[in-house]
């Protein structure tokens, strides 16, 4: 005999939560799912009326319902927020390429501006040519890397206040069993952290901190979304995989295992003996940094002079190798390629500068400002007319 539903009591159950074991409807799972992420967004103080606020957006499921909740949550809730879809394009071809159009459709059911900003037009590197370079033992240390930044670029040019990601309990989970193992104390105290600084001057926020993988899977099913499956190409060697199944494996034996770990990993305080390194800006791109120069300019330097693995094997303070290091590049007989030089991120803030006094004194229209190489990288894809996302095209 079918159960019914143990909040409404009227509907037949189709789901049990994992992590509070409830048997519940359709309707009910949509509400609770909502309403969950809303007092994660009220209680963690997320956003303020009027913020510009970007969603990452891969067109996988956590990004797509992502997109579907925040604007629902934010026409109920009357959040006032400016919604932008934001994408990276990281140049792996038969898997970004297909997802992005899976964005661009997610673009206009949603109504919402649209901005993909690329890996190969930003750094001069498709993911590609990079994991020809590399192998596919390290290339998701720098796709990692490259995508925070093109995320925080992107953010400057579309001038926005914060990002959510679609980051859920999960992700959460395994990044603390992560820090733990590679006893990465640092990050071990700042990984359960709702919110971050990006650039140091954006934040960046998970509203799904809390919301369980397999409920992100049923929202998106019952609700019929349109979001893109596939995993990503190179994605099976990283390491978090592991983490991930093993975290799999617990939560088959303990349900609340996920959140559990959550909850330990925001209990664990970090000892004032524990050295943090004080974040400053790179030197060359002007990006936040605990190192003279930033992980991606030393990524980008390594693999210019064809020695790929300078920023994986070697920290940022010793980016200036020595001459052994240039023929080393030869024995590997890896390519010579120019990387392009990023646009330095106070430019990019003196340009969203630059846009937010316009749509204050009442300047609208595309390209309200000249556009100029800072805009580089991009492709904008604008649902509102008046809004052509800080000029670019």
Known sequence: MPRQCDICQ???????????GQRICKECFFHVFETEVHHTIVDGRLFSPGDRVGIGASGGKDSTVLAYVMKTLNDRYAYGLELFLLSVDEGIAGYRDDSLETVKRNKEQYGLPLMIVSYEELYG?????????????NNCTFCGVFRRQ????????LDLDHIVTGHNADDVAET?????????????????????????????????????????????????????STECTYSPNAYRGYARQFLKDLESVRPSTIIDIIHSGEAI???????VQRPSSC??????????????????????????????????????????DTSAAQTL??????????VH??????????????????????????CDDSCHGTTCVCAIDDDCAGGCH
């Open 283 to 324: 030197e060359r791109c002007g990006y936040i940094s605990s190192n003279p120069i930033c992980k991606a300019c030393v990524l980008l330097e390594g693999l210019e002079r064809g020695i790929p693995k300078l920023g994986i094997s070697r920290s940022a303070r010793h980016v200036d190798a020595s001459a052994a």
């Open 345 to 370: 991120f106070e430019r990019l803030r003196e340009r969203a500068l630059e846009l937010r006094q316009q749509r204050e004194n009442g300047v609208s229209g595309p390209c309200a400002a000249p």
């Open 125 to 137: 590197w498709s993911m590609d040519a990079i994991v020809e370079a590399v192998g596919r033992k």
């Open 333 to 342: 007989e890896i390519p010579h390629r120019q990387a392009v030089e990023p």
């Open 10 to 20: 009227s509907a037949r159950a189709i789901i049990r939560r994992p992590k509070t």
């Open 150 to 157: 093109a995320l925080d670029r992107g953010a400057l040019m």
């Open 176 to 228: 603390i069993l992560m820090n733990l193992l590679r006893g990465d104390i640092p990050r071990l105290g700042r990984c359960t952290e709702i919110t971050t600084a990006g650039d140091g001057y954006i934040g960046r926020s998970k509203p799904f901190k809390y919301a369980y993988e397999k409920e992100i899977v049923m929202y998106a099913y019952l609700k019929r979304l349109d979001y893109f």
């Open 269 to 275: 305080k970090v000892s004032e003996e524990v050295q």
